[in-house]
C-alpha cells in the first residue's frame, strides 16, 4: 500500500506563485508515475502535470509554460511548482502514483490540497 500526502496549497493572488509536495510512504516496490490532478467544483478531475521516473513530464495545455513538475526517486517524493496563476487554477489538487504490483498498475491518491487564486 501507498499513501501519498501533499502540502502547500493555499490562497494566492492571480500572477502569484504556489508549490505544492507529495510524499510517498509505507511499503512497497518502485513507484512508476507520478503526478498532480485537480478538481474544481462540479468538474472531473483532471490531469495537470504527470512525470515518468526517467524524467519526462507530460503537461495539461492550460498550464504549460506555468507549472513545472519534478521528483526524486530516492525520496519518492513530487513536487509542482506553479507560477502565474489564475483564477481558473482555482482547485482541489490531488498527487497520484502508479506503480505495477507485479500483475497490474495500480493507481494511489492522496487526500488533496486546496489552491485558491483570487484577488
Known amino acids: 500500500q501507498v499513501q501519498l500526502v501533499e502540502s502547500g496549497g493555499g490562497l494566492v493572488q492571480p500572477g502569484g506563485s504556489l508549490r505544492l509536495s507529495c510524499a510517498a510512504s509505507g511499503r512497497f516496490s518502485s513507484i512508476n508515475g507520478m503526478g498532480w490532478y485537480r478538481q474544481a467544483p462540479g468538474k472531473q478531475r483532471e490531469l495537470v502535470a504527470r512525470?515518468?521516473?526517467?524524467?519526462?513530464?507530460n503537461y495539461a495545455d492550460s498550464v504549460k509554460g506555468r507549472f513545472t513538475v519534478s521528483r526524486d526517486n530516492t525520496k519518492d517524493t513530487v513536487s509542482l511548482q506553479m507560477n502565474s496563476l489564475k483564477p481558473e487554477d482555482t482547485a482541489v489538487y490531488y498527487c497520484n502514483a502508479d506503480r505495477f504490483d507485479g500483475r497490474r498498475f495500480v493507481d494511489y491518491w492522496g487526500q488533496g490540497t486546496q489552491v485558491t487564486v483570487s484577488s
Open positions: 512525470i515518468t521516473r526517467t524524467g519526462n513530464a
